[in-house]
C-alpha cells in the first residue's frame, strides 16, 4: 500500500533556528513530490520535484529529493514567527487513468519570538 | 489571476441531510480533486473530475459523489450525513494535463460539521 511518512510530527523552534522537515515515501508509479504550507486553511503550495538530487529555493525555503533512497526534505532557515504551520509532503503517483496526490500526515511547525 | 474558490466556507448540518459543496477552478485548469481533511485520517482523496468525466474516484462510500460543468466549476454531494464525515473538505485544481506532473492548487475548503 502507498504510504507518505513525515518526521517529526511537531516540532517547536525558536526564531532564527534552522529546521529539516523529512517526507519519507513507498509509492508507486512516482511522478512527483510536492510540499505544502497549511496555515488556516488552504494548503498553499511550495514546491514540486521530480529529479532527484536538483535543490528547489525560494528564499529561506528549500527542499531537495533522493529518488534512490525515497525520501525529501524540507529547509527552513532563519525561521520566523510566520512559518508557523502545518508542512505538507504529498506524492504524486499515476493512478489508474490519471494522476493522484498521496498526503503524509503532516509536521506541525512552531516558531517562538 | 483569481485562485480556487469554494462554497459556502462553514456548514452545519444534521445526521441523515444531504449536503453540496462548490467549487470553481483556477482559469484555465480543467482538473478538479476533491480531499476530506479529519484530524485522525489526515488528507485523503475523494474523486477527480476532467473535462466534465470522473477520472479517479477513491476509497469513499457511494454516499460521496460529485460532477463537473462545462466550465470546469465542480460540485461534491454527500447524502445520508454521518457524525464521521465532520470534516474539512478541500478542492484542488490544476491543469489535468497528463504528459507531465501536475501541481495542484488548493481552494480555502468548505467546513462541515454534522450534528
Known amino acids: 500500500e502507498d504510504k507518505v511518512v513525515q518526521s517529526p510530527l511537531s516540532l517547536v523552534v525558536h526564531e532564527g533556528d534552522t529546521v529539516t522537515l523529512n517526507c519519507s515515501y513507498e509509492?508507486?508509479?512516482?511522478?512527483?513530490l510536492l510540499w505544502y504550507k497549511q496555515e488556516k486553511k488552504a494548503p498553499t503550495f511550495l514546491f514540486m520535484l521530480?529529479?532527484?538530487?536538483i535543490e528547489k529555493k525560494s528564499g529561506r525555503l528549500s527542499s531537495i529529493l533522493d529518488k534512490k533512497e525515497l525520501f525529501s526534505i524540507l529547509n527552513i532557515t532563519a525561521t520566523q514567527t510566520g512559518d508557523s504551520a502545518v508542512y505538507l509532503c504529498?506524492?504524486?503517483?499515476?493512478?489508474?487513468?490519471?494522476?493522484?496526490?498521496?498526503f503524509g500526515s503532516g509536521t506541525r511547525l512552531l516558531v517562538r519570538p | 489571476k483569481a485562485g480556487v474558490t469554494q462554497t459556502p466556507r462553514y456548514l452545519i448540518k444534521t445526521r441523515g441531510q444531504q449536503v453540496t459543496l462548490s467549487c470553481s477552478p483556477i482559469?484555465?485548469?480543467?482538473?478538479v480533486s476533491w480531499y476530506q481533511q479529519t484530524p485522525g485520517q489526515g488528507l485523503q482523496f475523494l474523486f477527480e473530475?476532467?473535462?466534465?468525466?470522473?477520472?479517479n474516484k477513491g476509497n469513499f462510500p457511494g454516499r460521496f459523489s460529485g460532477r463537473q460543468f462545462s466550465n470546469s466549476r465542480s460540485e461534491m454531494n454527500v447524502s445520508t450525513l454521518e457524525l464521521g464525515d465532520s470534516a474539512l473538505y478541500l478542492c484542488?485544481?490544476?491543469?489535468?494535463?497528463?504528459?507531465?506532473?501536475?501541481?495542484?492548487?488548493f481552494g480555502p475548503g468548505t467546513r462541515l460539521t454534522v450534528l
Open positions: 484542488a485544481s490544476s491543469l489535468g494535463d497528463l504528459s507531465g506532473p501536475d501541481t495542484q492548487y
Open positions: 509509492v508507486t508509479n512516482f511522478r512527483s
Open positions: 521530480t529529479s532527484s538530487g
Open positions: 504529498a506524492v504524486g503517483r499515476w493512478w489508474r487513468s490519471s494522476y493522484k496526490l498521496i
Open positions: 482559469s484555465g485548469h480543467r482538473s
Open positions: 473530475y476532467f473535462s466534465e468525466t470522473q477520472r
